[in-house]
């Protein structure tokens, strides 16, 4: 009981509130456009599809939903109700960020991905927020 | 102040109620393990994107995770049968295999299924397993109550947690965070059959805000009226219907069935107390009676039949209360629905008009 109440009183400090039962906490929105950079340009990956060569020239085919299945994340140019919050999935589309640029290896173009997000928290005007991931590890 | 911590701790009950408690945890867990199931049949999900909590390393393969799945459906399964050798250990196991998996990913995190394993490892260590349970009836079933007492308070601290975040924040107060929610899912009540003026009428700013204050209202209060005596009744039924409206109008997998489950627990712990006596010369009165032993899941109430001159003036049923006091009419279905769960909905309109109708009690003697 008193690590449960620690779990309640400490929930501002995880994004996502996780374990300390904030229901319904609010009623934000959030669209998430995908990017990714080829070359120092930004290139649009709609609908978060896209084709780049791999290391030998063929051209092949990608999806974000190929890594990314949550209902929530997955829905890219679409505006979506943001379960738990703006915040909660935020900070987990910023962590599928990181794992999809670590798991494209037959992409021998893409950089790094971008995300900018629209998001509408309690139905107050939109705002833009921008999540990179890191430079892709790429093999020699 | 220790004599008081003693006598909660060493409180002893009749545990009854707690096997349909174990039994509806069981389901839950069992509806879990085959949610789990499907959703690998459709993809593992450490093969994709997922958060674990736990280093990545302690997440079990897919051939492991599958064990697991099939693990949880099992431990159900001895959770339901309630057997006295394996029906605890399996409701703790089962807890502890959900959280392990809850913190595998994050993204699988839900307020209900934490919840559900809260519950689960508390209830392990109460006597649930004296009651409703396959192999020979225990010697008694009166058992040690600090288990279940536990739950009830973890079900107030989430009533808190919940009511307090939302108190603290001025979205929610202001009625802000309920008037978006019906903005963005208007459109499908008003296809599931709402009339579209009664949204209009919830999309007002002064309706959101007066909502919300009901809703944070209501959660703090049952965190303390389920807690009082006194209150205990109609906490209960208000914190049903607060469940019910919720479960009508929002996706929360099973955590309405799961507190209405966890209500079971406020149930004073003893059986038969109560005495329904029917008339069995009268069809009406052995309708009623049947009715009766069937809907009275916590054994509220000792069902027999009456000589005929046992009563005056013809009652068909009559209910003598805990403190021996005898209703008949209305206000015995009042008693009744009072103490069955299928008619506790009605209870409170039921009991005010029943209150209307005193003066028929001392009609009957018992």
């Known amino acids: 009981m008193v690590g449960q109440a620690a779990l309640v009183l400490t929930a501002g400090a995880r994004p996502d509130g996780a374990f300390a039962f904030r229901m319904f906490p609010e009623a934000s929105t959030m669209e998430i456009h995908l990017w990714r950079e080829v070359d120092g340009r930004w290139i649009p990956a709609r609908e978060g ?17 190929d890594r990314v299945r949550d209902p929530i994340l997955a829905s890219i140019d679409t505006r ?58 790429r093999g020699p | 102040m220790w004599d008081a911590v003693r006598r909660w701790r060493d409180a002893v009950g009749d545990a009854y109620a707690l096997g349909l408690v174990r039994i509806a945890l ?22 994709v994107f997922h958060w674990p909590i736990v280093p990545e390393a302690l997440v079990p393969s897919r051939s492991v995770y599958a064990l697991l799945v099939i693990a949880q459906v099992l431990l159900a399964v001895l959770v339901v049968a309630g057997h006295r050798t394996s029906a605890r250990p399996a409701l703790l196991a089962s807890a502890l ?20 394993y809260c519950y689960a490892v508390l209830l392990a260590f109460a006597p649930c397993d004296r009651s409703f349970h396959l192999g020979p009836p225990p010697a008694t079933r009166v058992g040690p109550l600090w288990a279940a007492r536990l739950a009830q308070i973890q079900l107030a601290l989430i009533y808190v947690a919940s009511g307090g975040s939302k108190l603290l924040d001025p979205d929610w107060r202001d009625g802000r965070v309920l008037l978006e929610r019906f903005r963005l899912y208007g459109s499908q009540a008003v296809e599931a059959g709402v009339p579209q003026r009664v949204l209009d009428w919830m999309t007002q700013a002064d309706v959101t805000s007066a909502l919300a204050k009901l809703a944070i209202a209501t959660e703090l209060l049952l965190a303390v009226g389920l807690g009082s005596r006194s209150a205990r009744v109609f906490a209960l039924w208000w914190g049903l219907w607060f469940h019910l409206v919720i479960e009508a109008t929002s996706r929360v997998e099973g955590f309405t069935w799961l507190t209405l489950s966890i209500y079971v627990l406020f149930v004073t712990p003893d059986v038969h107390v109560r005495k329904l006596s029917f008339d069995s010369s009268r069809a009406l009165g052995r309708c009623a009676a049947r009715a009766v032993a069937l809907l009275d899941w916590l054994a509220r109430f000792e069902v027999k039949a009456w000589g005929p001159d046992a009563v005056r003036q013809g009652h068909v049923v009559v209910v003598v209360r805990r403190d021996g006091t005898p209703a008949t009419g209305l206000r015995a279905l009042a008693m009744v629905a009072r103490c069955t769960p299928l008619l506790f909905p009605v209870w409170a309109p039921l009991a005010l008009l029943a209150s209307f109708t005193r003066g028929r009690d001392a009609d009957v003697e018992d």
Do not use: I, K, M
């Not at chain 1, 509408?120 to 833009?128: C, F, Q």
């Not at chain 2, 069981?26 to 093969?47: I, P, Q, T």
């Open chain 1, 80 to 137: 979506v109700f943001a379960s738990y919050g703006a915040d909660a999935q935020l900070a987990r589309l910023g962590r599928a960020l990181d794992d999809v640029a670590d798991h494209l290896p037959e992409d021998g173009e893409t950089v790094r991905l971008r995300a900018e997000v629209v998001v509408s928290r309690n139905g107050r005007e939109p705002t833009a927020t921008t999540l990179e991931s890191h430079p892709r590890r």
């Open chain 1, 49 to 65: 599809e896209w084709s780049a060569h791999d290391g030998s020239g063929q051209l092949r085919h990608f999806s974000w939903r």
């Open chain 2, 97 to 116: 295999l959900g959280t392990y998996l809850l913190l595998c990913d994050r993204l699988q995190f839900h307020n209900n299924r934490w919840a559900l």
């Open chain 2, 26 to 47: 069981g389901l839950l867990l069992f509806a879990a393990g085959l949610r789990a199931a499907r959703d690998l049949e459709d993809v593992y999900f450490g093969d």
